[in-house]
């Protein structure tokens, strides 16, 4: 009864900091816009500075939903991920998602030339980077996907996942040594991520990947919390071990793959937000630690753009340098404080 209390109360907390931190998103930046001005922009209300509206609704309001999508989605897709290879250094991208996306991307920033002026027609394209990483995504997809249907061992998926990222890295390091020094520069600046490029219409078929994503998460907190206590429990349980991990792959496949396609890679971000939630809640149950990671995600990548932003300054950093700067430092302490990971 205690315990539950405590979660309601962490709850509550988590939930008025995310509307906190989300607010705050939006005052800052290069122009400073007040508190005030910010909730009647939301509401509809007129205004002193018709500019002040422009730029929370077309600018600020957009790239402050994205990262709630996008450090939530990650920190999802890395708890699948840490509790199917029971490895708490597992991440979203330990199959390989992340390369793929790169790949795709490479092939077309980097592999202009083996297309001629195709490739210039497609780059002009909002959409171009988007299609070549969920194609570069899914290509990865598949292929873990069929190794996943053929191998009984799930630490030999991750090992394939890994060969497949060791494998495209390779052909982006062939494409980046023949590559321009302009193409090097547009492929070095999509690795950086962003949350700032996507309009209105890019966000809504985001959020379709994501719902579906979070969907799916829900229905495996069963296998999730019985994966925890090894394959053999699970098999006693009843749980169709083949079934329950390709759906867990599949989840994570969706979340980090829409994200990194039109974000780019975020890194740490789907590493450390789980164990964040373990340590704040202190308990490995997945119906827990889903709702914790949704909240907990979304603050820490919220927190991060608003200092990646610079505010007052005409100038921003690359969000990927902000969320392990800050990040980072944060999990050491946390665990040196609790002295042993929960997991």
């Given at each position: 009864?205690?315990?539950e209390?405590?979660?309601?109360?962490?709850?509550?907390?988590l939930s008025?900091?995310l509307?906190?931190v989300f607010?705050?998103?939006l005052?800052l930046g290069s122009?400073?816009?007040?508190?005030s001005?910010v909730?009647?922009?939301?509401t509809g209300?007129?205004?002193?500075?018709?500019s002040w509206?422009?730029i929370?609704?077309?600018?600020?309001?957009?790239?402050?939903i994205?990262?709630?999508?996008v450090?939530?989605?990650?920190?999802?897709?890395?708890?699948l991920m840490q509790?199917l290879?029971?490895?708490?250094?597992?991440?979203p991208?330990?199959?390989g998602?992340s390369?793929?996306?790169?790949?795709?991307?490479?092939?077309?920033?980097?592999?202009?030339?083996l297309i001629?002026?195709l490739?210039?027609?497609?780059l002009?394209?909002?959409?171009s980077?988007?299609?070549?990483?969920?194609?570069g995504?899914?290509l990865v997809?598949?292929?873990?996907?069929?190794?996943?249907?053929r191998?009984?061992d799930?630490?030999?998926?991750?090992?394939?996942?890994l060969?497949?990222?060791?494998?495209?890295?390779?052909?982006?390091s062939?494409?980046?040594?023949?590559?321009t020094?302009?193409?090097?520069?547009?492929?070095?600046?999509?690795g950086?991520?962003s949350?700032?490029?996507l309009?209105w219409?890019?966000?809504s078929?985001?959020?379709?990947?994501?719902?579906?994503g979070?969907?799916?998460?829900?229905?495996?907190?069963?296998?999730l919390n019985?994966?925890?206590?090894?394959?053999?429990?699970?098999?006693?349980m009843g749980?169709?071990?083949?079934?329950?991990?390709?759906?867990?792959?599949?989840?994570?496949s969706?979340?980090?793959g829409?994200?990194?396609?039109?974000?780019?890679p975020?890194a740490?971000?789907?590493?450390?937000?789980p164990h964040?939630?373990?340590?704040?809640?202190n308990t490995s149950?997945?119906?827990?630690?889903?709702?914790?990671?949704?909240?907990?995600?979304?603050?820490?990548?919220l927190i991060?753009?608003?200092i990646?932003?610079l505010?007052?300054?005409?100038?921003?950093?690359?969000?990927n340098?902000?969320?392990?700067?800050?990040g980072a430092?944060?999990?050491?302490?946390l665990?040196?404080?609790?002295?042993?990971m929960?997991?």
């Amino acid at each position: 009864m205690f315990a539950e209390k405590t979660y309601v109360r962490t709850f509550l907390i988590l939930s008025s900091g995310l509307v906190l931190v989300f607010m705050v998103n939006l005052m800052l930046g290069s122009v400073h816009i007040p508190f005030s001005q910010v909730v009647k922009s939301l509401t509809g209300t007129e205004i002193e500075n018709q500019s002040w509206q422009y730029i929370v609704k077309n600018y600020r309001l957009p790239k402050a939903i994205t990262a709630v999508i996008v450090g939530s989605g990650l920190g999802l897709s890395g708890l699948l991920m840490q509790t199917l290879f029971r490895n708490p250094l597992a991440g979203p991208f330990v199959l390989g998602i992340s390369s793929g996306a790169s790949l795709g991307v490479a092939f077309l920033i980097m592999g202009a030339g083996l297309i001629g002026g195709l490739a210039s027609d497609v780059l002009t394209s909002n959409w171009s980077l988007v299609i070549a990483s969920s194609l570069g995504s899914f290509l990865v997809l598949l292929a873990v996907m069929v190794v996943s249907v053929r191998v009984r061992d799930t630490m030999a998926i991750l090992i394939i996942g890994l060969m497949f990222a060791s494998l495209t890295a390779a052909v982006v390091s062939v494409l980046s040594y023949f590559a321009t020094a302009e193409e090097l520069q547009q492929f070095i600046f999509w690795g950086f991520g962003s949350l700032g490029n996507l309009a209105w219409k890019e966000i809504s078929v985001l959020l379709i990947f994501y719902i579906l994503g979070c969907i799916l998460c829900l229905v495996s907190i069963k296998a999730l919390n019985s994966f925890l206590l090894g394959e053999n429990y699970s098999r006693s349980m009843g749980l169709n071990l083949k079934k329950s991990r390709i759906i867990i792959i599949l989840a994570t496949s969706i979340l980090a793959g829409s994200i990194t396609a039109f974000a780019g890679p975020i890194a740490f971000i789907g590493l450390a937000i789980p164990h964040l939630a373990r340590q704040l809640f202190n308990t490995s149950a997945h119906a827990i630690l889903f709702p914790a990671i949704l909240l907990i995600g979304a603050i820490i990548m919220l927190i991060c753009d608003s200092i990646a932003q610079l505010p007052f300054t005409d100038y921003s950093l690359p969000i990927n340098a902000i969320t392990s700067i800050f990040g980072a430092p944060l999990v050491i302490w946390l665990l040196v404080r609790k002295r042993k990971m929960i997991f």
